[in-house]
């Protein structure tokens, strides 16, 4: 039964992406100013949206770990699997939007790259998390989860900075879409529907990649426990 | 087609690929890593026999 679920969502997934395709680059309508180059909307935009969700999970993951590592260990490697797997996902959406973002810039603007606020502060969270997965991947001994945990919850506080940005310094950034005051929006409905089921799509999308990279830190912890009950016992 | 529309084109499909490719490379990535923890799991399911 759970196989078959994971199968339906797998299959559902890739019907979304497929159609969230589909809706943004036949369907929905060019942008009057900028033409076919506005079509990188579809895929900048929920990117960016949902790095802020994965590094949120991983935020929740490392309070996680840092609230239940003395009391219930088991539920704190749990949420240290979480932690990783929402950090590691939030860079690959981030790395998205950073590569996105100037192809889209250059056409836009004439140029690759700014130092503006929004563009600085999005570089600098992504560098945090960078830094965290290596951090993961190259340090050893029992406190690097701890220093994980810390080092996560405040690679998280640059989120809410990042998101601002562009409402508190205007700079090079456009104003932002949604949730920028009463002009903000996307009026047109067609071009509004393939922006949905884009961000639907990635939504579900991270979700499932979010899961397996869970599923594999759990493998992995479970391993390493083997590993050291096997050294115990020889 | 003018030039800048065929450049701005050429810009959109490039972005659509770099995503494309970033999310795949992600994915085999987990594939190996999956695969090879497999392989260790079932090394130490037989030394533990």
């Known amino acids: ?234 | 087609m003018s030039p800048g529309a065929i450049l701005d084109h050429q810009f959109t499909v490039a972005a659509y690929i770099i995503t494309w490719t970033l999310h795949l490379v992600y994915l085999v990535w987990l594939t190996f890593k999956w695969r090879a923890q497999k392989r260790l799991e079932a090394r130490l399911n037989g030394n533990s026999r």
């Open chain 1, 1 to 234: 039964m759970k196989k078959l679920a994971s199968g339906l969502y797998v299959v559902v997934t890739i019907a979304l992406m497929i159609w969230g395709f589909y809706q943004a680059v036949y369907v929905a309508p060019l942008d009057a100013m900028q033409g076919e180059i506005s079509r990188i909307f579809y895929y900048h935009v929920p990117n960016a949206m949902l790095c802020f969700l994965f590094f949120a999970i991983s935020l929740i993951g490392s309070i996680g770990y840092l609230s239940y590592r003395n009391k219930l260990p088991s539920r704190a490697q749990a949420a240290d699997a979480l932690a990783l797997a929402g950090a590691e996902v939030g860079v690959l959406y981030c790395t998205v939007v950073l590569t996105t973002g100037p192809l889209w810039g250059r056409r836009a603007w004439g140029i690759w790259w700014t130092w503006d606020a929004r563009l600085t502060t999005t570089l600098v969270l992504w560098l945090i998390y960078v830094s965290y997965l290596l951090m993961r991947r190259f340090a050893a001994g029992p406190q690097v989860q701890t220093l994980a945990a810390v080092l996560g919850i405040f690679g998280a506080l640059d989120v809410p900075i990042v998101y601002m940005s562009n409402r508190w310094w205007r700079t090079q950034h456009p104003a932002p879409v949604f949730g920028g005051g009463p002009d903000s929006g996307i009026k047109d409905p067609a071009m509004l529907a393939a922006w949905e089921w884009n961000i639907l799509a990635w939504l579900v999308w991270g979700v499932l990649i979010l899961a397996l990279r869970y599923r594999l830190e759990r493998q992995h912890q479970k391993i390493a426990d083997a590993e050291a009950q096997a050294a115990l016992n020889a």
